[in-house]
Nanobody, 122 residues
């Protein structure tokens, strides 16, 4: 596992969670884009948000725009996903990824975390 995602859990609808993603111990890389994807049971993996590592430019899917915020801490080499106003349809395994470009396409990312479960109850 090259990236470690954490912060998932069970939350009621309307609640908040913050996910974190950092490289595994001893793993180093140079990337331009960091992203979050998610996959719900029986569904394909979908893009959530991405951020440019140097300029902080951010992309969001329409389904999370205005509710989720992606950010990064360059000193800690960590990316965060602040999720507010959570809905039951946000329930999924969330994966972080790193790659050489800022993109909403999963094939643009070379490194992936193991995923963290987010469950939103109604």
């Amino acid at each position: 596992v090259q990236l470690q995602a954490s912060g998932g859990g069970l939350v009621q609808a309307g609640g908040s969670l913050r996910l974190s993603c950092a490289p595994s111990s001893g793993f180093s890389y140079r990337t331009c884009g960091r992203a979050w994807f998610r996959q719900a049971p029986g569904k394909e993996r979908e893009f959530v948000a991405a951020i440019g590592w140097t300029d902080g430019n951010a992309l969001y899917s329409d389904s999370v725009k205005g509710r989720f915020t992606i950010s990064r801490d360059n000193a800690k080499n960590t990316v965060y996903l602040q999720m507010n106003s959570l809905k039951p349809e946000d329930t999924a395994v969330y994966y972080c990824a790193a790659g050489s470009a800022l993109s909403f396409r999963d094939y643009a990312y070379d490194y992936w975390g193991q995923g963290t479960q987010v469950t939103v109850s109604s």
